[in-house]
């Protein structure tokens, strides 16, 4: 990388390659460093997650209260999500020139000071329209945790490991949600001051998230070759499927070339709108709609349907990384669509339970439909980053994650918001049950280009 591409960012510039080490040095050092660089992306990721968007978790305490209507709330929880959606592309342009290294913590850092500022000055939070400015501020700062970890993961992991440490990898989203969940919840009932007092759900998450930036900015090394090491696919001997281009070229050219022309790019990209209109359209309502519609039910059973909903995501990420890696042998499409179809079937039998059912069966539905959203989820930044050249991955995987914030995030906020005030939870749900067959409809018809290209590669080696 030419120096002209790294001193605009300063001191969050990419390091320079130093002098190879010598052969001896190389395994040993290989092992120690890319273990210790992902173990940095994965607690630092799920940091990102415990900051994110705990308006979710306090909802039905700001509708009950009347401190906002379901209206307001889907207008604040979509200010974060929106202004995430424009940073994941926005600063993954800056990550992919970048240190992983330092983008990463101090964009962790910055989010919880944000949250500490919303918890512990009232005045920033005396009207909707303020709040949701401070969302959107907040939810800046979040885009700086998937780009640098993108980056990480395709510098320090080669092809055909790549699939498999992702899945992992995305189970940083579980981890952190689950355990916002869990974090709310105790300091709700440790240090609430009353039934309408929302903001230990923001400071106590913010206060833990400081220390995780702390440990990954220990843990985290940007690329082998900043540490004297060959390139991933020289060590490993595995070629990229898509070879990086030279890095002297003008981003703009990169971006054209490779993402806004790109047919698999941006199928995935709409794609991704509705698998993220699923996502957050369960996830962001499940504290409301239990409380709602459950017999019963209190803030804290809803909380602790949200956190079931992200920590089942685990076991369904690493199981669509497997499917679809034993059963569609790399056609990831195949797993996505398979996964998609069993949300519908979950979704549509969780709407249909009646009031009076045992929460812990409401519990078991959301836990379903959790681990089965993920794998989607995970999928598309996959098929993203897997079918970029590396010096953009993460730039492609920040497109895709563009118009499923932007768009899908807006229709699971404010969407979903408003057909609850307007039209109650059976319209909803029978809009989200359409979501997942356009989805599954969307993953078939990219699911025929990535075919084409698997059969491609295949004739490719052949040849060679």
């Known amino acids: 990388m030419s120096s002209a591409d790294q001193r605009p960012l300063g001191l969050l510039s990419a390091p320079p390659a130093l002098p190879r080490l010598p052969d001896h040095e190389i395994a040993p050092t290989y092992r120690r460093w890319r273990a210790s660089a992902f173990m940095g992306i994965f607690i630092g990721y799920a940091g990102f997650y415990l900051i994110r968007n705990n308006v979710s978790l306090v909802a ?13 709330i889907g207008l604040v929880a979509n200010a974060v999500l929106f202004a995430y959606g424009l940073s994941k592309f926005f600063m993954a342009m800056l990550s992919d020139r970048a240190n992983a290294r330092y983008f990463m913590p101090l964009g962790l850092a910055l ?17 909707v329209g303020l709040f949701a400015v401070l969302m959107f501020i907040n939810g800046w700062f979040q885009g700086m945790g998937w780009p640098p970890s993108g980056r990480v993961l395709v ?13 992992i990898w995305n189970c940083a989203h579980n981890v952190g949600g689950a355990g916002i969940g869990l974090i ?16 230990p759900a ?43 281009d030279n890095d002297e070229e003008d981003w703009r050219s ?56 992200e920590g089942a995501g685990i076991a369904g990420t690493l199981l669509c990384g497997w499917v679809s890696d034993r059963v569609f042998h790399g056609w990831r499409s195949g797993a996505g669509i398979l996964f998609l179809g069993g949300v519908g079937v979950a979704l549509v039998i969780y709407w249909q339970l ?49 118009f499923g914030y932007l768009l899908g995030a807006t229709l699971a906020s404010s969407g979903v918001g408003h057909l609850i005030d307007q039209a109650g939870w059976n ?37 060679g």
């Open 427 to 463: 319209i909803t749900y029978m809009c989200l049950v359409g979501v997942v067959v356009v989805a599954v409809i969307l993953m078939t018809v990219v699911g025929r280009d990535e075919r084409r290209l698997l059969r491609e590669g295949s004739a490719h080696v052949s040849e």
């Open 202 to 244: 923001f400071w106590a998450p913010a206060l833990v998230a400081l220390v995780v930036a702390a440990v990954a900015l220990l843990l985290i090394r940007d690329r082998p070759e900043a540490m004297g090491l060959p390139p991933i696919e020289e060590y490993a001997d595995d070629p990229a499927k898509v070879e990086a």
């Open 60 to 72: 039905s305490i700001l509708k009950d209260h009347g401190i906002m209507s379901a209206s307001d």
């Open 184 to 199: 709310s919840a105790w300091a709700l009932d440790s240090f609430a001051s009353d039934d309408a007092d929302w903001t």
């Open 155 to 167: 510098h320090w992991f080669s092809t055909r490991e790549r699939g498999w440490r992702t899945s």
């Open 111 to 127: 989010s919880a000071i944000m949250n500490l500022f919303i918890a512990l000055v009232p005045a920033l939070t005396a009207s």
């Open 354 to 402: 009646p009031p009076t059912a045992p929460m812990g069966l409401f519990y078991l539905l959301i836990a379903i439909i959790g681990g089965l959203i993920y794998g989607p989820v995970m999928l598309i930044g996959l098929q993203a980053i897997d079918l970029s050249p590396r010096n953009v991955a993460g730039t492609a995987a920040g497109f895709t994650g563009l």
């Open 254 to 309: 990169l971006l054209f070339d490779h993402v806004l022309r790109s047919r698999v790019i941006l199928l995935l990209a709409v794609t991704n709108v509705f698998v993220y209109t699923l996502r957050y359209g369960v996830l962001n309502w499940i504290p409301v709609y239990l409380t709602d519609y459950i017999h019963g039910a209190n803030v804290k059973d809803g909380i602790l349907g949200f956190a079931i909903y």
